[in-house]
């Protein structure tokens, strides 16, 4: 459907008829802007989104000091971006689907991700859901609906759109949200998933989160253009932009973007703007492609002191409080990394199932073929020869009497 | 019993899908109250409404991103690929996605529900770009299932199956035969097994292996050998993945020779993978190399098709060259 | 870069800020609109132009009647969109590259593609260029800077960018056009590829046939939005939405983007409404999809009648000069179709020359297979045995005297 | 001579092409002035400017479409794919596109000009996505040239053969060996053949085909073997399309014994096609099956990695199997 306004001059548009605002409620300081007005959320929720950003702080600064010690293979951080993820979850319904990128951590705790379910699957033993098949921090969890994370970029932006359809016919007025990068947003499925959503009518939010940088690649160049939310307008799409450090009106944008996509079965697309403060994974050094300057600024606008502040003012939560809470989040972190680390790997049979429902007759050769050898070179296959037979290690028994 | 061409079996067959389970939806490129282009879907819109039958945007990642998304929440999507040549924007979202989606994930999430639909294959002038069997393609992925029906009724009962099946199944139908094919097809719901081969012919001097439109071929091929008194075995794998070794290897363990047929390019064709499977299996009772009877290694062509297509005369050859090694 | 303005209440935009009004200048009745003035153009490039537009409509009908005729085995015509194909190419320079969807057969035409060359492709004989090994319609041609028509669609269009980058490296100052549908426009593609032109920089134009299908989907189905041209927004390009039936608006609005693209490298999109006045391809029956009515009021539109109109008011054309045109061109086609039918398929080998530039020894020792099968079995592979060997039957011979 | 490890001598000969060719441009995510996540365009950027080595937005068919354009008009593209578990979104224009350009416009327009090239492979801890090993997809596609290096002196050579061959060529690298391959490369510019397989070891009791990282396996194998007193011969396969059957079926007409390994699942892998082809050239020679050492049929495991492996022990086990067959 087409507008039909006649011009006779060949005048080219360049999308500078237009401004995409920016949506703040919160300032550094802890104070609202002129003119704001804080949502509604009560002290308890409040409370319990302000534990979650440091709980994911604390797990992601702790995490990567145990990748640094050699303990753990990789690891990446939210830090920075712990507003957005987790503003953005706080404003859904516990039970409707999250599909997230790999650097939503935050959402997990908030929904109750307990310390231990972090720790399994970061070290891939045998209670990670995952049974220790992907690496680290591909969490999923079905009970926090919460789709288990898949590497390849971008591809659950379409999964999410059909997801979201299967719940509008479901008629449970559930809906999807769908985490990105905005690094991943070059990618042809998510022009897809938004394409479809806005066609067929799907309760989906679509989430960016504009870090600025993909890996290495600055956000300039990603896209000439004002950021990712104008994409909204090619395919009749509410959008607004956040700020994305700014833990009230991330909420206060989802919370309305949630309303839009139930009641009226309409896609939304919210982009956040915030900074990715650490290297973009434990495998990552930015020193070689961004400034320490640069890197600065963004620390002044940590969010996470800003909802602090803001809790602060209002009597909410004391600096005891603030001290308590890290100490034991930190000794928790640490506890539950001893018992996950010692755990025993998944069994050996985890190699070949879940590739179907049921074990096909070649995998179980396969598999068969592959007990025998490790039979033969036990000592090659420490870790195999331990799952094929609890009793070779002895503290694989021990670890396995914790459960 | 009723007679139906490929596509009334097929159109049947969503039918009886979708009557019986709300959950089952059917969408692809002009699927909706088109049909599509090959008129599969005629009338399931009419009939179930545009909520479980539609039209979607020309995006094919999308359309298995969408469906991967729907099988994860529950639903029981068939998508359909207009021809499989257009399949492989959707490859990332086929072998990183659908492929691995309850391994990755400990089997908290799967797509079991899933089922694609798409039209492959040439003999009908369709060159490079309508023509393509590109089954290897997917072969060489852990957590697909494969399905290739024959005739009406092989296909009515596979897809039945595909779409009940609790793995994700790619269901590639023989476009060729879509209306040349016509048989007797019951009325009612039946199901077919995945990952069984089927005989469809004992002989004792040659086994004869394929799949889709290729079982017609080898059928006008095994006629003309029988003539010079070989004794055929055909098998139509009809899974190719998993595939059923253990009816080939019988088979051959039988006669002791094996040609494989299919309109793909020979290198990297599944007619390899049995080939390599069955070798090793059945090595002391191999009388003559296992043959294989393929497409050349070019993309297809258009005016000179029939030379390129492995006919019956090919297979013929093959089978002579095999039992006179 | 993102704009900096902020806003305090949780506004969603959904694209009501702006609307994208269509260039005319043309009226049905061959006047400019009030106000409009027409580009600079002579006598002799609009007959050219306007010659082409027959000479399309003519070889599309004739080559239609010859499908039916099962003279043919597939064909697709550009009815209803000659204007907007031969408005565009008219305004390029003739080495710029043009790479096509496939409904594009005018701008062959308007370049000069010779009858000839048509029918070789469509019976794909021994001169065809693509040597016999495409579909109808799937022309190309090097020195025509015309890239061969590849049937997957929106592959042309990154490929178009790429193209447009190596001429801007190049600095010979031209550009590349890629057309496609406005179905096309929703693959991944699509998005790669307008992005990507727009980050780099690159003097490329993007002209979109809007025809209101894509086989029997309508754009309602393909997409929400206000049509194709608003996803320009989201990558900070120019945009002009242009009657696709108005030839000289075309023209017109081409002309001013390849000057933006090759003066300023900056990619254009140009979005032409007009409608698919035929079947899709001579496989389809659009009566199972849309109204004759529909259809009719498009027919009135007719974009060739639209300017024969315009060139007689300017005296430019005459009743008797479109007699003789329409007479002559028939003449032609059928007489070229003739020959190319009688000729003879491409050489056996062409079965196995270009998969390399050199063939392997695979595929040497495959062809040698298939040779000696030919001379085993001739009459089962006519084609084949004529191709291999010229003498088999004499009517090959005859045709190839021809040459 | 100096002494490289394998990202410097890819470095040295993209360097070397880039420097020899203004057409040669290198891009792809990150490649730019931070000089690729693996490091092998540093400094590219620097010294040869943005325009010719630059980052992409991250969309692999949108990279690949653009470098196929670019190879079209006249460049050499040498597209970086950041890892070889993402270059399925590109999987059209690879294997519709890239493959067939030159085949379907009668070669009035070619490819040939683009290299494309990703790291590859398992033994890293990368799991599912950062493991795979997928040349078995492409090596079914005609119009492909398919090349993987074993170590420093190879990639330099073979890299700088593929930028300059007339065909487009799939470059795969081993990342594994990346830092860990460490050996004599010459300065200068030189090239190793496309399409030839070497025989890096001479022997006469079996005979061992692999390709880039699992030479290093099959040498720690045949150390074994050799103890065991079975002479092995080796050979580098080198380019999986076109293979070089004619050294692989002499060395097995001496052998009369094969074993094939590739990380890569075994079903539909690329030893099945090997192993088709030469049961059927040396069919007579053959004192035992051809012997397949992959991985698993499933996807790439993390924790278990080790076991999912086709390592030296089950290679040497595969070794004494088919010697004692
Ligand atoms: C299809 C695909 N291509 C490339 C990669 C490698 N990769 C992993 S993360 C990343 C950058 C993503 O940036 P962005 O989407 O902005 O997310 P951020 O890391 O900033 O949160 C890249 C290129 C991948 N995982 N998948
Ligand atoms: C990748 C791909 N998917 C599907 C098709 C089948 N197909 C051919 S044309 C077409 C419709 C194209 O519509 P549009 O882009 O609007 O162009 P129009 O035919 O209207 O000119 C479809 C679905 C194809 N050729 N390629
Ligand atoms: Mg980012
Ligand atoms: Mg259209």
Redesign the pocket.
Request: hydrophobic share 25%.
């Given at each position: 459907m087409t507008t039909t306004a006649d011009i006779h001059e060949p005048t080219f548009l360049a999308g500078d008829e237009f401004s995409i605002p920016t949506f703040r409620l919160l300032q550094q300081d802890g104070t609202l802007h002129e003119g704001a007005k804080a949502p509604e959320l009560d002290q308890e929720q409040a409370l319990a989104i302000y534990r979650a950003m440091v709980a994911t702080r604390v797990l992601d600064e702790r995490m990567l000091a145990a990748q640094r010690q050699g303990r753990l293979s990789f690891y990446?951080q939210c830090t920075g971006?712990e507003a957005a993820v987790i503003g953005a979850t706080a404003a859904l319904d516990d039970a409707d689907m999250i599909m997230a990128?790999?650097?939503e951590q935050g959402a997990l705790i908030y929904r109750g991700f307990t310390f231990d379910e972090f720790m399994n699957q970061l070290f891939g033993n045998e209670l990670d859901y995952g049974k220790g098949r992907q690496m680290p921090i591909h969490y999923g969890s079905r009970k926090l609906h919460y789709m288990t994370i898949s590497?390849?970029?971008?591809?659950q932006i379409p999964q999410a759109t059909g997801y979201a359809y299967g719940q509008k016919l479901a008629g449970d007025g559930q809906c999807t949200t769908v985490f990105?990068?905005?690094?991943?947003?070059s990618?042809g499925d998510f022009h897809a998933a938004l394409n479809m959503a806005a066609v067929h009518e799907v309760p989906v939010i679509f989430f960016c989160?504009?870090?600025?940088?993909?890996?290495s690649?600055p956000?300039i160049e990603?896209f000439a253009a004002d950021g990712v939310a104008p994409r909204a307008f090619g395919y009749r799409m509410h959008v607004i932009r956040v700020d994305g450090n700014d833990i009230l009106a991330v909420y206060a944008a989802t919370r309305e973007a949630r309303r839009i996509a139930v009641e009226h079965n309409q896609p939304v697309l919210i982009e956040a703007m915030s900074y990715?403060l650490a290297a973009?994974?434990s495998s990552d050094d930015p020193s070689g492609y961004r400034s320490k300057k640069e890197e600065e600024a963004w620390r002044e606008k940590d969010p996470i002191l800003r909802m602090q502040r803001w809790l602060g003012d209002l009597g909410w939560w004391s600096d005891d409080e603030e001290k308590a809470l890290q100490e034991s989040l930190r000794r928790e972190v640490l506890e539950t990394m001893k018992r996950a680390e010692k755990r025993p790997p998944p069994p050996l049979d985890s190699l070949v199932t879940d590739v179907y429902a049921d074990v096909t007759p070649e995998l179980q050769r396969q598999l068969d073929a592959l007990k025998r050898h490790i039979r033969q070179y036990p000592e090659a296959y420490p870790k195999g020869a331990r799952a094929l037979d609890p009793d070779v290690q002895a503290d694989a028994t021990a670890a396995k009497g914790e459960k | 019993m009723p007679t139906m061409n490929m596509l009334q079996a097929i159109n049947n067959a969503l039918d009886i899908a979708m009557g019986e389970d709300d959950k089952v939806l059917c969408f692809g490129e002009d699927v909706g109250s088109f049909g599509g282009v090959f008129r599969a879907t005629s009338h399931l819109q009419e009939k179930y409404g545009r909520a479980r039958c539609f039209n979607t945007p020309l995006v094919e990642q999308g359309i298995i991103g969408f469906a991967n998304g729907l099988a994860a929440q529950g639903s029981v999507p068939v998508a359909e690929i207009q021809f499989a040549d257009y399949i492989f924007p959707a490859f990332?979202q086929i072998v990183n996605e659908t492929a691995k989606f309850r391994y990755r994930s400990g089997d908290l999430f799967n797509v079991g529900g899933l089922t694609i639909r798409a039209p492959y294959g040439g003999g009908i002038s369709g060159g490079l770009y309508h023509s393509q069997s590109p089954e290897a393609y997917f072969a060489h992925t852990p957590g697909l299932k494969i399905v290739v029906p024959r005739d009406p009724y092989q296909a009515k009962g596979l897809l039945l199956a595909a779409i009940r099946d609790p793995d994700p199944v790619l269901f590639f139908e023989p476009k060729r035969l879509y209306r040349a094919a016509v048989g007797e097809v019951p009325e009612e719901d039946y199901q077919l097994p995945i990952g069984e081969a089927e005989v469809t012919k004992e002989g004792s001097d040659v086994t004869l292996v394929g799949w889709g439109a290729q079982m017609e071929v080898i059928e006008r091929a095994v006629e003309l050998a029988e003539k010079d008194g070989i004794s055929c075995e055909v098998i139509d794998l009809r899974s190719l993945l998993p595939w059923d070794q253990e009816t080939v290897a019988e088979s051959v363990l039988k006669t002791g020779r094996l040609v494989i047929t299919h309109e793909a390019p020979r290198t990297g064709g599944f007619a390899g993978e049995i080939a390599a499977a069955i070798q090793e299996r059945c090595f002391l009772y191999l009388e003559s190399p296992i043959a294989r009877v393929t497409g050349l290694d070019t993309p297809f062509p258009l005016t000179l098709e029939k030379e390129y297509l492995p006919d019956h005369l090919k297979i013929v050859e093959a089978i002579r060259e095999s039992v006179n090694f």
């Open positions: 990446m971006e990128q790999y650097r590497s390849p970029l971008a591809t990105f990068g905005e690094g991943a947003a990618e989160r504009n870090n600025g940088y993909a890996i690649t956000s990603q990715r973009h994974s | 990332d």
